[in-house]
């Protein structure tokens, strides 16, 4: 099969398209034939060197696959040759072929386009898994999601107006911060001309939000606390701005805040398997009615993952890029 490995890591050009072995099944495993694959920041950070496979996934790039089942392992029930599916990995989606345990499968519904479909797994178990699982974001409170239009964001928004939530968010640009508004945000926040922060106080009339979903880390912290109404849970998902910072606890104790710092990729595929289960059960059903669709900024061939590394790099992708084998 045709897969892009990173030889050595380095920048976009160093990703190579190449041969490599079918995948064979293991137990409680499928093969998909991949119809598209999703690009995830994480692709771009493995590139770099800084976030490596997880021991015994491949280690070529690749969070989350659509396509067609054409493999089962030892073991492997309630799936069957020829499904619509969308799955989880923990890596290796760069590829026309990818194996995967069955509970990290997902059917695609019969009126999704089955590549499109590639861009909701990692976005959609990341979202759903830390607004409702970790923030428990409920009906009438105020989430805060930065990076609106990204993939994760761009599906975080949707989830949190679904559950009944107000949602404020941030994007750069006005122009993308309108389009975060046409997903449903009611506060959406240019962060490059207003401190979000003050927008929130002001939508909220000094109260703040409830649950904020954070992939900037030390460098938006004392903000993001300053942002939380009493009892409010600040999940962090990312360090784009950096890692250390130092915490007022005074301010955690006197209004009884919450932080929580989550990652997916390397968990056990038991945990992972019971993440997607919840996501099937919880958020799935909101594809039916259209409240939950994939955003897609751009479909490209596999053999361009590159220009898409390039392009997710410039900060002009709204929501997300799929690479087509």
């Not at 598209?36 to 989350?64: F, I």
């Not at 000094?206 to 880390?217: H, K």
């Amino acid at each position: 099969m045709r897969a892009v490995i990173i030889p050595e890591p380095g920048g976009a050009q160093v990703l190579t398209e190449t041969s490599l072995p079918d995948p064979v099944p293991g137990v409680g495993e499928v093969v998909v034939d991949v119809a598209a694959a999703g690009v995830n920041r994480a692709d771009l950070l493995q590139r770099q060197g800084h976030y490596p496979a997880p021991t015994g996934a491949p280690d070529w790039p690749g969070l989350e696959v659509s396509g067609l089942v054409s493999e089962l392992g030892p073991g492997v029930t309630g799936w069957s040759v020829g499904d619509r599916v969308c799955a989880l990995l923990a890596g290796g989606g760069y590829a026309e072929r990818v194996a995967v345990p069955a509970g990290q499968l997902l059917p695609v519904p019969p009126g999704l386009d089955l590549v499109d479909a590639a861009g909701l797994p990692e976005a959609v178990c990341t979202a759903w898994s830390n607004l409702v699982g970790v923030g428990r974001l409920h009906a009438g409170e105020w989430a805060l999601v930065h990076g609106g239009s990204g993939g994760v964001g761009s599906i975080a928004i949707q989830l949190a107006v679904a559950l009944g939530a107000h949602v404020a968010t941030t994007a750069g640009g006005p122009a993308r911060a309108a389009r975060c508004a046409e997903l449903g945000a009611e506060l959406a926040i240019d962060h490059r001309s207003t401190d979000f922060a003050r927008a929130v106080d002001d939508a909220t009339g000094g109260r703040g939000v409830d649950v904020i979903l954070d992939l900037l880390g030390a460098g938006a912290l004392a903000a993001n606390l300053g942002a939380l109404a009493p009892e409010g849970r600040l999940v962090v998902i990312g360090l784009q701005r950096g890692a250390r910072a130092e915490i007022d606890l005074g301010l955690l104790l006197s209004r009884r805040l919450s932080i929580a710092g989550t990652t997916l990729r390397a968990r056990p595929a038991a945990q992972k398997a019971a993440v997607v289960a919840a996501v099937r059960a919880g958020a799935w059903p909101l594809l039916d009615d259209g409240r939950l669709r994939p955003v897609i900024h751009a479909r490209l061939p596999l053999a361009a993952a590159g220009d898409a590394h390039e392009l997710l790099e410039s900060g002009d992708v709204f929501g997300k890029l799929l690479l087509l084998p």
